[in-house]
């Protein structure tokens, strides 16, 4: 993207929400802001834990990392106590983080904060620091939590209303701006209404009409009624500024061992499986999954995480199993020809900008909306929510499993030629939405431009 210069330099305080999930698009957007000016530093904010596990990943130099205590359960356990997670981040985090801010010798002249972080825009307020919230879910998403309030109740109290509700979750949610996207794909959402994360997720859609611009990881050719009717929603500027997942601009994979296995293999041949960083998979479904994979005739490479040894004796020789990959990648890889995911929106985004179609296994949040947009709105995907449990989570056979499968990576089908035609269209499309004079660029450019020239000012009227 375009270089700006300034004769004074300029600070900049990122706070991303202590996830992998979450950090990976923040750190991106602090690349481009360097790389955009060459008067900017950035000072990125994380748990002692997480300098840690960010302590092989290359930063530019004006990007730092600053730490603040523990105070959040470990990322390797947070996916068996979600809840409790989301509330340490809730309660814990904000008091360390502004003893953080206090202690700069350089003064901000703006904090980009995830949107879940409900403290942040109240520890910018207080300094007069202008905070800019980044969403690192679909646009989609955005605007159906913003709008909870036009939500029905799904939780009905006798048999009539009950038999009405199932009914009507195959209706689109009656908000506007939202093309696909049913009411079944946020009854999970719905369910939690007593619980804390959704009573947080309602705290922070009220906070998020006071910041000063919202920065979306997506680009405006992916979601176009989502994003325009969000710009036309909030008092605040909106910049679609992705897909982050370019912005490497290496494709070459340094693992030997990865790179000679996908090069011994056919153009769009492989089939490559994550289902992301922390959600653990119940041992039945992930044996499912291999015999579905083993008996479908595929060849894979999937990466498996600390299950790695135990799913490769499953499943064979057919394919490679390995505890971790440079994700990226492997998609953009040839003899890649598909993507069993659990549609978390950094590995939609990739799919996408690598043009390789998805067979959806969404489990919670987000990525039912990720997995619905997939298969029938952009239409690059199967979503294999044929067979699910009540709350809405995937449970599905190695014959169901075998059969998507094969129906995937069938490039000589009808079915199979016209995903990857699409899936083509849409690589093209993010790939010119960040290149100079597309959507994304103009977007991150006019975000700089505000930024340089002070004009992200702080709510006066903010309590």
């Known amino acids: 993207m375009a270089s700006t210069t300034a004769a004074a330099a300029r600070h900049v305080v990122a706070l991303p929400y202590p996830g992998r999930g979450h950090i990976n698009p923040m750190l991106a957007l ?61 309660d814990k985090m904000g008091e360390p983080v502004e003893r953080l801010l206090d202690r700069l010798e350089l ?15 109240a520890a910018g307020a207080r300094r007069g620091i202008p905070v800019c919230s980044l969403w690192t879910q679909p646009a989609t998403f955005f605007l159906a939590l913003y709008h909870l309030d036009l939500w029905p109740p799904v939780d009905g109290r006798d048999s009539q209303e009950e038999l009405s509700i199932k009914k009507s ?116 479904q992930l044996q499912e999954i291999a015999m579905g994979l083993r008996d479908s005739g595929v060849s894979f490479f999937w990466v498996a995480r600390d299950k790695a040894a135990d799913v490769q004796q499953m499943c064979g020789d057919r394919g490679l199993v390995v505890p971790w990959c440079e994700q990226h990648k492997v998609l953009c890889h040839p003899s890649v020809g598909g993507f069993l995911s659990h549609c978390g929106w950094n590995s939609v985004l990739e799919a996408v900008y690598a043009g390789v179609p998805l067979l959806a296994f969404p489990r919670t949040w987000d990525q039912l909306v990720n997995a619905r947009m997939a298969a029938d709105e952009w239409k690059v995907g199967i979503d294999l929510r044929g067979q699910k449990r009540e709350d809405g989570t995937v449970t599905v056979g190695r014959a169901a499993i075998s059969a998507a499968v094969g129906k ?31 959507s994304s660029h103009r977007s991150f450019t006019g975000f700089l431009q505000h930024l340089v020239e002070g004009k992200l000012n702080v709510m006066k009227t903010f309590q």
């Open 30 to 90: 602090c690349r481009l802001l360097v790389a955009a000016d060459g008067s900017l530093t950035v000072t990125v904010v994380v748990t002692e834990e997480w300098q840690a596990l960010l302590a092989s990943v290359m930063l530019p130099d004006r990007v730092r990392l600053a730490t603040i205590p523990n105070v959040t359960p470990s990322e390797r356990g947070r996916g068996a106590d979600h809840a409790g997670f989301v509330e340490a981040v809730r």
């Open 107 to 121: 003064r901000p002249e703006a904090v980009l904060a995830d949107t879940f972080l409900t403290w942040a825009l």
């Open 169 to 284: 979750l195959e209706e689109y949610v009656p908000v506007p701006g939202l093309t696909s996207i049913r009411l079944s794909d946020l009854k999970i959402i719905r369910a939690w209404e007593r619980k804390r994360p959704f009573e947080i997720a309602v705290e922070m859609f009220a906070d998020v009409r006071k910041v000063q611009c919202v920065l979306f990881t997506s680009f405006l050719e992916l979601e176009p009624s989502a994003i325009n009717t969000i710009a036309e929603s909030l008092p605040c500027p909106v910049y679609p500024i992705g897909p982050s997942s370019a912005l490497d601009g290496d494709d070459k994979i340094h693992e030997e061992e990865h790179r000679e296995w996908l090069d011994a293999q056919p153009e769009n041949s492989v089939l490559y499986v994550s289902f992301g960083s922390y959600i653990r998979m119940p041992p039945s």
């Open 408 to 438: 995937l990576m069938d490039s000589d089908s009808g079915v199979g030629q016209e995903m990857r035609r699409r899936a083509a269209g849409l690589r093209e499309d993010s790939r010119c939405a960040i290149h100079e004079g597309g």
